[in-house]
């Protein structure tokens, strides 16, 4: 790996961690806020707000686990980059499951506004599909390692990838679309 490539790579991976977690401490916020108004919501809510919290929390510790790993312990070691690491194959099942969880209660928002099941049931189904294919994309990652995954398995993120944008854009478009209905008062 030439010196340049891995300037960019390692700066790429510490900017990249920085920001997630600069989202991170944001949704620890938001989660505090929640917490403190002592909204009297129901357990399954409660339940949603403090797994999708930890998974968060698991999910950035990977980061920085890795980060430390590449940036401390094997400083001076580029070939450390092509070699599997369990965070980062760990941090693609915990974004997975808070795709899950977020993607889904959305998708009960919509079910609820609506009346209608079509719709949020083809996005259960997305976030089903999506986490599963976090799944599948963790375990080949970590049998194949980060090389030959990359040269081999690229199209499988970008289905997955594509799988979860498509369920975050229904489901926004669908919420966008019944709470303008409710707020103006229109049926179609």
């Given at each position: 790996m030439s010196s340049d490539s891995l300037q960019v790579t390692l700066g790429g991976l510490l900017v990249s961690v920085l920001i997630a977690t600069f989202i991170y401490s944001i949704s620890c916020f938001q989660a505090f806020s929640y917490w403190r108004s002592k909204f009297n919501d129901r357990l399954g809510i409660l339940v949603l707000v403090w797994a999708v919290w930890l998974f968060e929390t698991?999910?950035?510790?990977?980061f920085w686990f890795?980060?430390?790993?590449?940036?401390?312990?094997?400083?001076?070691?580029?070939?450390?980059?092509d070699q599997r690491h369990w965070s980062i194959t760990m941090s693609i099942v915990f974004h997975g499951l808070i795709t899950g969880c977020v993607q889904s209660y959305y998708s009960y928002r919509v079910y609820m506004l609506s009346g209608k099941r079509i719709i949020p049931m083809i996005c259960w189904i997305g976030c089903l599909i999506e986490g599963c294919g976090s799944v599948g994309i963790?375990?080949?990652?970590?049998?194949?390692?980060?090389?030959?995954?990359?040269?081999?398995?690229?199209?499988?993120?970008t289905l997955n990838i594509a799988v979860d944008l498509s369920v975050g854009v229904v489901n926004t478009t669908t919420l966008c679309y019944y709470l303008h209905q409710m707020k103006t008062g229109t049926r179609s």
């Amino acid at each position: 790996m030439s010196s340049d490539s891995l300037q960019v790579t390692l700066g790429g991976l510490l900017v990249s961690v920085l920001i997630a977690t600069f989202i991170y401490s944001i949704s620890c916020f938001q989660a505090f806020s929640y917490w403190r108004s002592k909204f009297n919501d129901r357990l399954g809510i409660l339940v949603l707000v403090w797994a999708v919290w930890l998974f968060e929390t698991t999910h950035t510790l990977c980061f920085w686990f890795y980060l430390y790993t590449i940036m401390v312990k094997y400083y001076g070691i580029p070939e450390e980059l092509d070699q599997r690491h369990w965070s980062i194959t760990m941090s693609i099942v915990f974004h997975g499951l808070i795709t899950g969880c977020v993607q889904s209660y959305y998708s009960y928002r919509v079910y609820m506004l609506s009346g209608k099941r079509i719709i949020p049931m083809i996005c259960w189904i997305g976030c089903l599909i999506e986490g599963c294919g976090s799944v599948g994309i963790a375990v080949v990652l970590y049998l194949v390692g980060p090389v030959e995954f990359a040269a081999k398995w690229e199209l499988f993120p970008t289905l997955n990838i594509a799988v979860d944008l498509s369920v975050g854009v229904v489901n926004t478009t669908t919420l966008c679309y019944y709470l303008h209905q409710m707020k103006t008062g229109t049926r179609s």
